[in-house]
Antibody, heavy 116, light 111 residues
Framework: EVQLVESGGGLVQPGGSLRLSCAASGFSFSGYWMYWVRQAPGKGLVWVSRISSDGSITNYADSVKGRFTISRDNAKNTLYLQMNSLRAEDTAVYYC?????????WGQGTLVTVSS | QSVLTQPPSVSGAPGQRVTISCTGSSSNIGAGYDVHWYQQLPGTAPKLLIYGNTNRPSGVPDRFSGSKSGTSASLAITGLQAEDEADYYCQSYDSSLSGSTFGGGTKLTVL
């Protein structure tokens, strides 16, 4: 059974940092592009970042470019999102998702709250 | 402001048919990139409903169908059921963003 389990969310002050993790199981993790998508409270889905199957290609939404870094460890079947210089507008549930045509599997999400 | 435009809300009575539009541009849908649709029930993660414009993943009822033409795509739901009440999102790739983009979402209310 395919599973994606996010962790690492929490309350952080503006300007602070957090690292999210997404543990994958039930499929060949190294064979898929992986994505981070976020959803602010009461708002829609927003693409944040993506990484190629071997980690050599990464892309970011303009709103997080220069502040967030996506990475993966295929040996550990884990996807990461390092978030620095966090702002109030980064407050959201962060989902990791597997790209297979569309996003066919999603994690349950982890809530990041940026507030003083 | 989303790159893909969806109506904020649609509604229909049980058993009726509704459609949700997704309008893009020449850098996304019009460029030939696939459109995918997701259903999000309250408090849950999104679920893939339609992939590659018209294809249903295993387990998705054939009441759900997708289409694409030019710079737009549509999701149709026939035989509306109370359990279909949810938020629906379209998604595609945008070459000007070098990444994925979602529509703003459409809230479906079953009257």
């Amino acid at each position: 059974e395919v599973q994606l389990v996010e962790s690492g969310g929490g309350l952080v002050q503006p300007g602070g940092s957090l690292r999210l993790s997404c543990a994958a199981s039930g499929f060949s993790f190294s064979g898929y592009w992986m994505y981070w998508v976020r959803q602010a409270p009461g708002k829609g889905l927003v693409w944040v970042s993506r990484i190629s199957s071997d980690g050599s290609i990464t892309n970011y939404a303009d709103s997080v470019k220069g502040r967030f870094t996506i990475s993966r460890d295929n040996a550990k079947n884990t996807l990461y999102l390092q978030m620095n210089s966090l702002r109030a507008e980064d407050t959201a549930v962060y989902y990791c998702a597997r790209k297979n045509g569309g996003f066919d599997y999603w994690g349950q999400g982890t809530l990041v709250t940026v507030s003083s | 402001q989303s790159v893909l435009t969806q109506p904020p809300s649609v509604s229909g009575a049980p058993g009726q048919r509704v459609t949700i539009s997704c309008t893009g541009s020449s850098s996304n849908i019009g460029a030939g990139y696939d459109v995918h649709w997701y259903q999000q029930l309250p408090g849950t993660a999104p679920k893939l409903l339609i992939y590659g414009n018209t294809n249903r993943p295993s387990g998705v009822p054939d009441r759900f169908s997708g289409s694409k033409s030019g710079t737009s795509a549509s999701l149709a739901i026939t035989g509306l059921q109370a359990e279909d009440e949810a938020d629906y999102y379209c998604q595609s790739y945008d070459s000007s963003l070098s990444g994925s983009t979602f529509g703003g979402g459409t809230k479906l209310t079953v009257l």
